[in-house]
């Protein structure tokens, strides 16, 4: 009978007790009892569904404690209903002053910014803010440029918006507005005019990925200037982005077709990583999460849904058997 | 052998789909519509966990055809609605750029 030292030219060890998965991935070891393995995997798994089935929506927060608000319903074009994730469940929050669309939002649950978007009347850009306490939303000062579907990072209080659409206006734009927790000023243009984009990350050090319809840029922003980052492998807008410059992700999202990919960035190149199981475009995306956690609610997959998936990347210890 | 399960099962929420299930076996969703109600419709890899998956989640498995006609209906409806979603005085390039374009016909795999 051959061995597996006569196979892999390599005895396996006997560990008494199983090490930490985070330290033995790729190790193959005996315990006594069971050959073992540790592996590292990323995947999607299903969450609470939201309250209200909606698309065009927008969020922040973490997979724990995540936010989400604004869309558009089956009967309500502009919405103003907020909710709040739990990592379980959806629990509803307190709603928008003015309900909208296509807008973005940053910051942590307990402390939301919602700029833009579009709103009644007749499909306006929007140049509303609104500051979330946890509890209720507080009308902030507005941008110069009303603008949709534009992109974001930061916090309430050191904020940079992007790009977007001032329709009847401008209409697609590389305008780029920095709020300092007291005014709004333009700054830098991007590198070009785009909208459906997202962006993660905090002011000094933002990302602008992808765009509509099957945009493959990635630009980064240091608080000054933009520069050219990665492509994506599948460009596209209105996905979901979470982290940080060199540590994001995106997933899902449409460029004439929904798309399920996912990938993830580290500051120069973009990986694929698992799909998401529901494809959907204008999706909330949890915007304070990371390449190891981050949520995705709602959108269109055509039809609106109230679906939301979970994303983890996790290390665990596996029995190997002979199946 | 067959490389995918067709079959619709309402999404409860939570653990609906675990990570684990995910590693298991190949999981797609998509919206379909029987001419009343949306559908969840899913595509799942074809070995015993993908479908002890669907049985234990009371799902009801379809043909291919089945399953695509139910995601066809909803597709057919989601296009419907982005062509009545009209403005005023906005020209067809304002209006993909704010509504994005017209939803396609998804093919399950």
Redesign the interface.
Known sequence: MTTYKNIHGKKIKFLASDPPATVAEGQVWYNGADFKTAIF?E???????LNVTRGSLSGSGTLTAGLVAGGTTATVAFEDATEEYDG??WTNGGNLNTGRKLSATMGPQTAGFQVGG?KAP??TASANVEDYDGSSWTNGTALNLGR?ALGGAGTNSATVVFGG?N??GT??TANVEEWNGSAWSEVNNMPAAI??QKGCGVLTAALSIGG??SNVTTSHYDGTNWSEGGNLTTGR??GGAAGTLTAAILASG?N???Q?ATEIYDGTSWKNS??V???R??LAGSKEGSTASMTIAGG????R?N??EEF?A?FSVKTITDS | MAIFIYGTAT?????????Q???NFF?????G?DGSN?IDTWVIGANEKGALWLAEKSGTEQTKAEAQALVKA??V???TAWDDND??DESAD?KV??L??K??F?TLP
């Open positions: 995997s995947a999607w798994s299903s969450g609470g569904n379980t469940s579009i007749a499909n949709y659409n329709i009847g209409g697609t909208l459906g509509n319809s807008g209105n449409s004439g077709g929904l399920a698992s799909d199981a529901t494809a475009g204008e269109e997959s055509p039809s849904t679906a939301t983890t996790e | 999404n409860t929420g939570k653990n609906f789909f675990t990570h299930d995910r590693r999981l797609r969703g998509y919206t519509h949306n909803a597709d409806i989601a296009r403005v005023d304002e750029a704010r994005g374009a939803p396609g998804i």
